[in-house]
């Protein structure tokens, strides 16, 4: 049986613990009392990272149930007013056990990795309108290069060199469906010392 523990934030008691039993998620809160979760009524997963301002390592695992409703479970513990500590080790090895029950009592349950299509379509619209704010004020607002010959070459290379920025960060965002028992390893935490695109 695997367990995973952590507190959310300021406002909660203490720490809630999730437990990866043979039939179902069990969720047992800081006050004691228990839900349970058969794995037959969890609909779809979804891995991502979502880092923060104050957990740039954020990793998010997300359950939907048949009912509609969402489990949310992240790789961060409340230490302190705006101070996380990073669980990742304790995280991927439950994530990994839970992802085990689902392909076996859910087989048809989809595993999503990325953000999902919503929220996908509004950071690429927040992210191109972004470059367009940036490359309207290089070209509107006048800086100290302005008075050199080359300074719209400057411009435009400064423009270009955002676009691949931009490319990477939509494709790895870009919600896709894979199969539940092939979960890529950049859809969980990497490793200490190791880049999170190996």
Same mark, same amino acid.
């Given at each position: 049986?695997?367990?995973?523990?952590?507190?959310?934030? !300021?406002?909660?008691?203490?720490?809630?613990?999730?437990?990866?039993?043979?039939?179902?998620?069990?969720?047992?809160? !800081?006050?004691?009392?228990?839900?349970?979760?058969?794995?037959?009524?969890?609909?779809?997963?979804?891995?991502?990272?979502?880092?923060?301002?104050?957990?740039?390592?954020?990793?998010?695992?997300?359950?939907?149930?048949?009912?509609?409703?969402?489990?949310?479970?992240?790789?961060?513990?409340?230490?302190?007013?705006?101070?996380?500590?990073?669980?990742?080790?304790?995280?991927?090895?439950?994530?990994?056990?839970?992802?085990?029950?689902?392909?076996?009592?859910?087989?048809?349950?989809?595993?999503?990795?990325?953000?999902?299509?919503?929220?996908?379509?509004?950071?690429?619209?927040?992210?191109?309108?972004?470059?367009? !704010?940036?490359?309207?004020?290089?070209?509107?607002?006048?800086?100290?290069?302005?008075?050199?010959?080359?300074?719209?070459?400057?411009?435009?290379?400064?423009?270009?060199?955002?676009?691949?920025?931009?490319?990477?960060?939509?494709?790895?965002?870009?919600?896709?469906?894979?199969?539940?028992?092939?979960?890529?390893?950049?859809?969980?935490?990497?490793?200490?010392?190791?880049?999170?695109?190996?």
């Amino acid at each position: 049986m695997t367990t995973y523990r952590r507190r959310s934030g !300021a406002v909660a008691r203490g720490e809630r613990e999730w437990r990866v039993e043979e039939d179902a998620l069990v969720s047992r809160a !800081a006050s004691g009392r228990e839900q349970r979760v058969p794995w037959r009524d969890v609909i779809a997963v979804r891995l991502c990272s979502e880092p923060h301002r104050n957990k740039p390592w954020r990793y998010v695992f997300e359950l939907q149930q048949r009912n509609g409703r969402k489990i949310e479970i992240d790789n961060a513990h409340f230490v302190g007013f705006g101070s996380f500590e990073e669980r990742s080790h304790e995280y991927k090895s439950f994530v990994r056990a839970a992802l085990a029950r689902v392909a076996a009592e859910s087989p048809k349950a989809k595993a999503l990795i990325g953000e999902t299509p919503k929220r996908y379509f509004f950071l690429v619209l927040a992210g191109l309108f972004g470059i367009i !704010a940036v490359a309207y004020t290089l070209i509107a607002v006048r800086t100290p290069i302005d008075n050199f010959q080359f300074a719209p070459l400057v411009k435009f290379a400064v423009i270009l060199l955002m676009l691949p920025i931009f490319w990477r960060w939509i494709v790895g965002a870009m919600p896709r469906g894979v199969a539940l028992d092939a979960i890529p390893e950049r859809a969980l935490p990497p490793e200490a010392g190791q880049s999170p695109d190996t």
